[in-house]
Structure formats: structure tokens, C-alpha cells
T-cell receptor
Framework: AQSVTQLGSHVSVSEGALVLLRCNYSSSVPPYLFWYVQYPNQGLQLLLKYTSAATLVKGINGFEAEFKKSETSFHLTKPSAHMSDAAEYFCAVVGNTGGFKTIFGAGTRLFVKA | DTGVSQNPRHKITKRGQNVTFRCDPISEHNRLYWYRQTLGQGPEFLTYFQNEAQLEKSRLLSDRFSAERPKGSFSTLEIQRTEQGDSAMYLC????????????FGNGTRLTVT
């Protein structure tokens, strides 16, 4: 079964610093990978998705992620954190069973210090 | 695109009562998913519909839970004889066909069972 593991339930950075949120996936076939963001009391919003067209994927709000097959990783980065980036971030993989249900990691809460 | 709409946003109920939640997906999306999210966790898959057909149910979905999607439009999730362990955020999402089609989430219904 496919799964994702997010390393670190909490990450704290200073405003302007690099953001790095880690995600490793387990998949027996080329995966479809996603990052979603969730603000308090809201549903999840798509940040970006990997679809094998390119290993470096750019998303909204200046975020990007790099697919590394050799490391089975899909880490999320942003060069310079902004206060508005404080939220919970979820890495996700689409399962290869019928229905293509999306399987989520446990999430990483990002704190941004002024 | 009016987005995915969920009602109510919040529901407080006493243990043993029945509750029903509604989800209105994006109109052209034929796939609809229900997820449950507890504090500090990622969304957990409950069930999904392709048009009006319920094609998969998670083992998390006990006999007290039932979901419908009449006519392939809106969906309802009912919980009978609620228990305190049912307290969670219930998220609805919809998407187009295709493995790389992202989920579009509603803002969820937060259930508190007292």
C-alpha cells in the first residue's frame, strides 16, 4: 500500500528564512504526489502536485518541491518565509487501488517567528 | 467554480444522538470523498462516490455511519448513536477523474459529541 511519512510534526523558522518540510513516500509504482496547506478552521488547499513532467514543481505562494526517486522524497521548500505561511502542511500520495483515493501524511505545522 | 460547500460548519450533540452532514461538491466533479480529521493528524479516508455509486468504504466507517449521494450531486454523511470518539472534523472533497486530479476540499464540519 502506498503511504507518505512527514518528518517533524512541528517546524519553526524566522521570517525571511528558508522553509524546508520533509516528505518521504512509499510506492511500488510512479506516484502522484501532492502538497496541501490547511489554515485554521478551513479545509485543505492544493499547493502543488507532481505528475512526472518535471522533477522540480512550482506551486502557489512561492513554494516548490523536488521529486527525488532515488531518495523516495518530495520535500517542500520556500526560500524566504513569510508570516502568512504559518499553517499546517500535508504531503499526500494517490493510491493505486480503485478510486485513486488520496492518502495523507500526518502533517507538519509551520510556525514563523517575527 | 463556487467551491465545495459543507453544512453545518459546527455541530454539538449529545452522546447517542444522530447527526447528518451535507456536502455540495463542485458541479462538474463526479468523484466525491469523505475524510475525517482529528487534532494533529492528517485526513483519514472514510468513503468515496463516483457519481451516485458508493464504491469504497474504509474500515474506519462502522455500521453507525452511512453516506449517500442521490442523483450524483450533493452527499450526506449520517452518524447514528454518536459516541465521544466520533468528535472530529469531517471533510468533504471532490475532484475530476484522473489520478493526478487534485482534491478540492470544503471547510469541513466540526463535530463535538458531549
Amino acid at each position: 500500500a502506498q503511504s507518505v511519512t512527514q518528518l517533524g510534526s512541528h517546524v519553526s523558522v524566522s521570517e525571511g528564512a528558508l522553509v524546508l518540510l520533509r516528505c518521504n513516500y512509499s510506492s511500488s509504482v510512479p506516484p502522484y504526489l501532492f502538497w496541501y496547506v490547511q489554515y485554521p478552521n478551513q479545509g485543505l488547499q492544493l499547493l502543488l502536485k507532481y505528475t512526472s513532467a518535471a522533477t522540480l514543481v512550482k506551486g502557489i505562494n512561492g513554494f516548490e518541491a523536488e521529486f527525488k526517486k532515488s531518495e523516495t522524497s518530495f520535500h517542500l521548500t520556500k526560500p524566504s518565509a513569510h508570516m502568512s505561511d504559518a499553517a499546517e502542511y500535508f504531503c499526500a500520495v494517490v493510491g493505486n487501488t480503485g478510486g485513486f483515493k488520496t492518502i495523507f501524511g500526518a502533517g507538519t505545522r509551520l510556525f514563523v517567528k517575527a | 467554480d463556487t467551491g465545495v460547500s459543507q453544512n453545518p460548519r459546527h455541530k454539538i450533540t449529545k452522546r447517542g444522538q444522530n447527526v447528518t452532514f451535507r456536502c455540495d461538491p463542485i458541479s462538474e466533479h463526479n468523484r466525491l470523498y469523505w475524510y475525517r480529521q482529528t487534532l494533529g493528524q492528517g485526513p483519514e479516508f472514510l468513503t468515496y462516490f463516483q457519481n451516485e455509486a458508493q464504491l469504497e468504504k474504509s474500515r474506519l466507517l462502522s455500521d453507525r455511519f452511512s453516506a449517500e449521494r442521490p442523483k450524483g450531486s450533493f452527499s450526506t454523511l449520517e452518524i447514528q448513536r454518536t459516541e465521544q470518539g466520533d468528535s472530529a472534523m469531517y471533510l468533504c472533497a471532490s475532484r475530476l477523474d484522473g489520478e493526478n486530479s487534485p482534491l478540492h476540499f470544503g471547510n469541513g464540519t466540526r463535530l463535538t459529541v458531549t
